[in-house]
Structure formats: C-alpha cells, structure tokens
C-alpha cells in the first residue's frame, strides 16, 4: 500500500512568511510524529498525535510552530513568521498504534530554506 | 534524561569488508532500540529493533545487531557491505510516558563504502 508522503517536497520562503507542510500518514495509523532534521542539531522530536489529539508537544520549539491533525488522517504543521533557523528537512511519520514497541514509518521530508 | 550517541560521524569502508557502527544510549527505564537508514534525499527506513528477548537482533539487507545491556550499547554489524550500503545510519532509543512511542536519535553515521 502506500506510504507517508508529504507535500510540499521542497518549500523556499521569505523570512517572515508563514508556511504550511501537510502529511498524509498511511490508512488506519493512529499515531502520527513531526521531526527535524537540520545540520546543526540532528534530528528532532516536534510533536506527536494519537488521533487528533496532541498529548505531547514537547518538542515544538517556539510558540511559532504549531500542528494540527484531522480526522484522524491528515497532519498540518505551520510555521508562523518563519526565521532562517527554520530551515531544515521536516520529517513526519506514523504508526499503527501508539505503544513504544511500535514501528515508525516516515515519509521523505519537506525540505524547507528560509531566506 | 535518555540519549544516544553514535561514537563515529563517517565509517569509510571497502566494498565487501565487514563494518559497525556504533551505538550508546542511556536509559533507566526498559529501552526499546531501532536502528534506521536513510538513504540520499529520501526518509527513514527501519533496518531492525530490540523490544526485549534475544539479543542479537537480525534485520534487513545483512544487517544484524547485539543489544547489551551491561555496556548499554547497540552496535550495528554487516559482514560484507556493498556500494549500495552507502547512507546515513540511525541509532534511536523509544521513549515517553504510557504509551507515547516518540524517538530519540543520535547524530547518526554516514558509511561511505568504496569500491
């Protein structure tokens, strides 16, 4: 069946504009996680839904970042007033369950550059 | 706090020889280990995982890893790589309260095989 995807693949911005990365997680998986990978701090925990809640938000770095999930399906996450330390690789995967033993599947990534 | 660390940045390897990539975490609650691989602009792939039981853990593509406890390390071995081993490797540790399954990764290695 098919995987994760996310779209867009690639996002240039201005420093300053909002912008919004979407992710579809594959059919029936409950639990859906956003990551970061940048250079300088590898990759990142941001936040994590079991259904459309969010029980863990931890790892969102600023009141700037924010996510949403719908459905049960479909993620956004929305960086407002995007800086130059936004950009990095932004990695979403899901799961079919919520436990610690589950396996994670990840899609390939929005590669987001802010000038 | 739990973590890990993978000891070596770059592996650079002859195609056919034999490689580790090494891995530490610290954990003082029972850890669930993943080794994942990324290969060029795409995400994350699982090679293997430790939930509990045997310790010598055998996954995809040759790949095999021991979990031990006493030294809290999960290296990760294959006999003989082939060029197309060449990408970025993942030690990551399941953590969280209940049964929130976020990741903790290290900084990764990149195994560069040469032919």
């Known amino acids: 069946g098919a995987g994760v995807s996310q779209s867009p693949s690639n996002k240039v911005t201005e420093k300053g504009k909002d912008v919004e990365l979407r992710c579809d997680p594959i059919s029936g998986h409950t639990a859906l996680y956003w990551y970061r990978q940048s250079l300088g701090q590898g990759l990142e925990f941001l936040i994590y839904f079991q259904g459309n809640s969010a029980p863990d938000k931890s790892g969102l770095p600023s009141d700037r970042f924010s996510a949403e999930r719908t459905g049960g399906s479909v993620s956004t996450l929305t960086i407002q007033r995007t800086q130059q330390e936004d950009s990095a690789v932004y990695l979403c995967a899901s799961s079919p369950g919520t436990s610690r033993l589950e396996t994670q599947y990840f899609g390939p990534g929005t590669r987001l550059l802010v000038l | 706090a739990q973590s890990v660390t993978q000891l070596d940045s770059q592996v650079p390897v002859f195609e056919e020889a034999p490689v580790e990539l090494r891995c530490n975490y610290s954990?003082?609650?029972?850890?669930?280990l993943f080794w994942y691989v990324q290969y060029p602009n795409q995400g994350l792939q699982l090679l293997l995982k430790?939930?509990?039981?045997?310790?010598l853990v055998k996954g995809i593509n040759g790949f095999e890893a021991e979990f031990n406890k006493s030294q809290t390390s999960f290296h990760l071995r294959k006999p003989s790589v082939h060029i197309s081993d060449t990408a970025e490797y993942f030690c990551a540790v399941s953590v969280g309260e209940g049964n929130t399954g976020k990741l903790i990764f290290g900084q990764g290695t990149t195994l560069q095989v040469k032919p």
């Open positions: 430790y939930l509990s039981g045997s310790t």
């Open positions: 954990s003082s609650v029972s850890v669930y």
